[in-house]
């Protein structure tokens, strides 16, 4: 079963699953997911918690043993396993006979990184989701980041009006916990409601936070403005550009193979399986290939060259101008327009 971080706590108020599974990539919703599990179980008698890492070394007999002792204090206990990015055979083997040991005294909850699509069809994967409950703790979709916002005020009693939940949108994209703490700091302040976003402005500061790959798939949507935002935003946070120059050569890269392929008449289901991209980001990569025609990657190649060559003379200056007109470059199939010289 897969549910949602906000539904959570309904679920948990329904009765405990044998095995909870807590994957993702934004470290609040994760903790919080894991802190809601401990707190029903210890309502409900499970009052022996047991935490491992998974990483070399680790004594795997331990876990074994706790998963089968029965405490003096307590015949319910909670086994809690830390996994790395990749779960190879032998792992998966590991959790699988873990998952064979469940029984009502014994619960289980599997914690760790994003996964992939190919990961969560793994057979270890399915079985424990069909046994337990699957909470994706991804960071929100943009679209959906309005609603997470909106509900977290609500979480601590407060009403904002719609523009002030875009307004804490906007201010603290990419970083759920400055957000949720400056909304916790905002009922120490007994705010008149519904807040308003002159209200915010007056009292709240911006800590917005992206990542290169935030970047590379906004852009790949289209929303240029957004991606301009956040590569501003990482320019102030002191990204190096060449960074993101490499990063966006490699989805140049991906992008002109799959146009030349799909000019050819080649499936690009294929090709999508040999680059190793990730089934979430095939729609997005179709849907630049759809407004991107072969002609405009090449141009987006030549500026991808001049961008190079900027950061080889350490024009950082120029560096900045030519990404920004890159990520214009993925609006449309219009031509790019000719870079003016920097002003000196």
């Known amino acids: 079963m ?18 909870y599974l807590v994957f993702g990539d934004e470290p609040l919703l994760k903790l919080e997911a894991i802190d809601a599990i401990r707190r029903v179980a210890r309502e409900r008698g499970f009052d022996e918690r047991h935490s491992f890492t998974v990483e070399p070394g680790l004594d795997w007999n331990q876990v074994y043993d706790a998963c089968q002792a029965l405490s003096l204090f307590s015949s319910r206990q909670v086994i809690e396993l830390e996994l790395p990015a990749k779960v190879d055979k032998d792992l998966a083997g590991r959790i699988t006979e873990i998952s064979q040991q469940l029984h009502p005294d014994l619960l289980l909850v599997l914690s760790g990184a994003r996964l992939t699509a190919a990961q969560t069809k793994a057979v270890w994967f399915s079985k424990l989701e069909k046994q337990g ?55 120490l302040l007994s705010p008149p409601q519904p807040i308003t976003v002159a209200y915010l402005q007056e009292t709240i500061t911006r800590h917005a936070h992206f990542t290169p790959f935030q970047l590379i798939d906004t852009l790949l949507e289209g929303k240029v403005n957004r991606a301009q935002r956040i590569l501003a935003a990482l320019r102030a946070e002191g990204t190096e550009p060449g960074q993101l120059a490499w990063t966006l050569a490699r989805e140049l890269e991906q992008l002109e193979t799959l146009a030349l392929a799909r000019q050819s008449g080649q499936p690009l289901g294929e090709h999508f399986s040999r680059l190793r ?19 405009k990657i090449v141009q ?15 024009d950082h200056p120029k560096a900045w ?15 790019l327009p000719l870079l003016p010289e920097p002003l000196c």
């Open 2 to 19: 897969r549910i949602f971080p906000e539904q959570l706590d309904d679920h948990l108020r329904a009765g405990l699953r044998p095995c």
């Open 133 to 187: 409950t699957w909470v994706p703790t991804n960071h929100p979709e943009p679209r959906f980041f309005p609603r997470w916002m909106a509900a977290r005020f609500q979480r601590f009693g407060l009403k904002a009006q719609p523009d002030a939940v875009n307004f804490m949108c906007h201010s603290y994209e990419g970083n759920l916990l400055a957000a949720s703490q400056e909304i916790e700091k905002l009922t």
């Open 277 to 295: 991209i990730w089934q979430s980001r095939q729609q997005l990569i179709t849907l630049a290939l759809n407004r991107l025609p072969l002609a």
């Open 300 to 314: 987006l190649w030549s500026l991808m060259a001049a961008l190079d060559e900027s950061l080889r003379r350490f």
């Open 321 to 335: 101008q030519q990404l920004a007109a890159l990520c214009l470059g993925f609006r449309d199939a219009a031509p």
